[in-house]
Nanobody
Framework: QVQLVESGGGLVQPGGSQRLSCVAS????????MGWYRQAPGQQRELVAS???????NYADSVKGRATISRDNAKNTVYLQMDSLKPEDTAVYYC?????????????WGQGTQVTVSS
């Protein structure tokens, strides 16, 4: 079993910053890609940012230049630093990981953390 637990969400003013964290835990697993998705009310879940084990990153156009994804492989942790936040960034943010365990690949998801950008 592999669990992903997000933290760092909350209420932020427009123009403010927020740092999300996600920790993967379990036994006998390894992680390749990790990333962050988000889902706003009435919207489809969309990819915000992703990062490979080697550090190659991708960002959605909507957050490019305002978001930075990083990871600490030793801690099985991925971070999402968001700056210059806008009301349209309001969503539930979900951590994602591509996990290998017992020679099989799985998509692991966290339960989400709410980010609200409002004055």
């Amino acid at each position: 079993q592999v669990q992903l637990v997000e933290s760092g969400g909350g209420l932020v003013q427009p123009g403010g910053s927020q740092r999300l964290s996600c920790v993967a835990s379990g036994s006998r697993f390894s992680i390749n890609a990790m990333g962050w998705y988000r889902q706003a009310p009435g919207q489809q879940r969309e990819l915000v940012a992703s990062i490979t084990r080697g550090g190659s990153t991708n960002y959605a156009d909507s957050v490019k230049g305002r978001a930075t994804i990083s990871r600490d492989n030793a801690k099985n942790t991925v971070y999402l630093q968001m700056d210059s936040l806008k009301p349209e960034d309001t969503a539930v943010y979900y951590c994602y990981a591509k996990v290998t365990r017992w020679a099989q690949e799985f998509d692991a998801w966290g339960q989400g953390t709410q980010v609200t950008v409002s004055s």
